[in-house]
């Protein structure tokens, strides 16, 4: 009797232990992928990550890049005549044709909706002037961006180099990057898109996106791209929007990524809410003739927190000593003359520029500890 109480209170107390492991730790060992991230997209704040800086294969995700890239060509409604060397590419296939034409935007859809190897040569051949080219675009607009320990070999991912390679964190710091298009946004969201035919062809080409978590799996999810190869495995970057909230999500050699990407959503937003100072109301803090009600904000302060964090932020406001000349300028044109930020703790966070222009504002003082507003999941945001 007494070895069955003495298990009782052992198996308790190991029990109580394991209640006290974080939710990080927790949803770490759920994570099928050898890398993975989860990154909310306005701040860059990590929510969680998972050997997220080692390099590995990223096989398809990599057309993230192959079409941004196009987008910023500038050259999307530009029509592209495929060659031999776009039909022949091995793996997934939109089934372009030598020979065909086709409008660049087309191609775009095709390689983000329904990884078409062959529409990432065609992309690269026209957009680069040759693939080889393109590439040297890629790992320019890498660097660019701060993917330091990224390499691109080809536009579509396949396996026939060993000189192409990422990292979680670089390919959550890309899609960061593209979702700031607005057109990636929209191409990215895409469920179906219907490609004319081209001449000669009967139907249009119908393409249905291979994102599962948009298209059926996740409802907050606003898009993304697959990835698989038989060396990199199975690659996926996704991104969701819950209650003011926008997320990234990366899994490397994740043979249940779905899921994976699903439990680190529903983690980011069952322990994080955005908290917003609001531009109009941060400045009413100051209390000096000459700026008072003459300065604004270019717009909110906003950072990622866990209800425990909100007691730590603050916002501080650095101004320069004012000039005579900006009292005598009549032309109402805006000068940067300081900057407000918000920390948590001892760590900056955000910041926002402070312009200085006349009469911007008529409101009452009103203390800047009133202008914290935290969006919770399932507000209005």
């Given at each position: 009797?007494?070895?069955?109480?003495?298990?009782?209170?052992?198996?308790?107390?190991?029990?109580?232990?394991?209640?006290?492991?974080?939710?990080?730790?927790?949803?770490?060992?759920?994570?099928?992928?050898?890398?993975?991230?989860?990154?909310?997209?306005?701040?860059?704040?990590?929510?969680?990550?998972?050997?997220?800086?080692?390099?590995?294969?990223?096989?398809?995700?990599?057309?993230?890049?192959?079409?941004?890239?196009?987008?910023?060509?500038?050259?999307?409604?530009?029509?592209?005549?495929?060659?031999?060397?776009?039909?022949?590419?091995?793996?997934?296939?939109?089934?372009?044709?030598?020979?065909?034409?086709?409008?660049?935007?087309?191609?775009?859809?095709?390689?983000?909706?329904?990884?078409?190897?062959d529409a990432a040569v065609a992309i690269a051949e026209h957009?680069?002037?040759?693939?080889?080219?393109?590439?040297?675009?890629?790992?320019?607009?890498?660097?660019?961006?701060?993917?330091?320990?990224?390499?691109?070999?080809?536009?579509?991912?396949?396996?026939?180099?060993?000189?192409?390679?990422?990292?979680?964190?670089?390919?959550?710091?890309?899609?960061?990057?593209?979702?700031?298009?607005?057109?990636?946004?929209?191409?990215?969201?895409?469920?179906?898109?219907?490609?004319?035919?081209?001449?000669?062809?009967?139907?249009?080409?119908?393409?249905?996106?291979?994102?599962?978590?948009?298209?059926?799996?996740?409802?907050?999810?606003?898009?993304?791209?697959?990835?698989?190869?038989?060396?990199?495995?199975?690659?996926?970057?996704?991104?969701?929007?819950?209650?003011?909230?926008?997320?990234?999500?990366?899994?490397?050699?994740?043979?249940?990524?779905?899921?994976?990407?699903?439990?680190?959503?529903?983690?980011?937003?069952?322990?994080?809410?955005?908290?917003?100072?609001?531009?109009?109301?941060?400045?009413?803090?100051?209390?000096?003739?000459?700026?008072?009600?003459?300065?604004?904000?270019?717009?909110?302060?906003?950072?990622?927190?866990?209800?425990?964090?909100?007691?730590?932020?603050?916002?501080?406001?650095?101004?320069?000593?004012?000039?005579?000349?900006?009292?005598?300028?009549?032309?109402?044109?805006?000068?940067?003359?300081?900057?407000?930020?918000?920390?948590?703790?001892?760590?900056?966070?955000?910041?926002?520029?402070?312009?200085?222009?006349?009469?911007?504002?008529?409101?009452?003082?009103?203390?800047?500890?009133?202008?914290?507003?935290?969006?919770?999941?399932?507000?209005?945001?």
């Open positions: 009797m007494k070895i069955r109480k003495q298990i009782a209170l052992f198996i308790a107390a190991v029990m109580m232990l394991f209640s006290c492991i974080p939710d990080r730790a927790k949803a770490m060992n759920g994570v099928s992928a050898q890398s993975a991230i989860l990154m909310e997209q306005n701040s860059g704040r990590i929510l969680f990550e998972k050997d997220s800086h080692t390099k590995r294969r990223i096989a398809s995700i990599t057309k993230i890049m192959t079409v941004i890239l196009a987008i910023e060509s500038g050259k999307m409604d530009d029509t592209v005549t495929v060659s031999a060397r776009a039909v022949h590419t091995e793996g997934s296939s939109i089934y372009l044709k030598e020979g065909e034409k086709i409008k660049l935007r087309d191609l775009v859809y095709g390689t983000m909706l329904r990884s078409g190897n957009v680069g002037g040759s693939v080889e080219g393109f590439v040297f675009l890629m790992n320019q607009k890498a660097a660019e961006i701060g993917m330091r320990n990224t390499h691109f070999a080809n536009p579509h991912g396949l396996d026939d180099s060993e000189n192409h390679y990422s990292t979680a964190y670089d390919m959550a710091l890309l899609m960061q990057y593209a979702m700031k298009n607005k057109e990636f946004r929209k191409i990215s969201g895409t469920e179906v898109y219907r490609a004319p035919a081209s001449p000669g062809e009967d139907w249009d080409r119908v393409w249905r996106n291979k994102n599962k978590l948009l298209t059926s799996l996740y409802e907050y999810c606003t898009g993304g791209k697959t990835g698989y190869t038989k060396r990199a495995k199975r690659t996926l970057v996704t991104t969701a929007s819950k209650g003011g909230m926008d997320l990234i999500a990366v899994t490397l050699d994740a043979p249940d990524d779905w899921n994976d990407h699903i439990a680190m959503y529903e983690y980011g937003f069952g322990h994080y809410m955005i908290a917003k100072v609001n531009r109009k109301r941060m400045v009413k803090k100051i209390r000096d003739s000459f700026y008072r009600k003459n300065i604004q904000a270019s717009r909110d302060l906003r950072y990622p927190v866990t209800e425990e964090e909100i007691k730590e932020l603050h916002v501080k406001i650095y101004l320069l000593r004012p000039k005579k000349d900006w009292k005598k300028d009549e032309r109402g044109i805006p000068t940067v003359v300081g900057k407000a930020v918000l920390y948590l703790g001892d760590q900056a966070v955000d910041e926002v520029p402070l312009l200085y222009k006349k009469s911007v504002s008529k409101e009452t003082n009103h203390s800047i500890w009133n202008a914290f507003h935290f969006l919770g999941v399932g507000s209005d945001g």
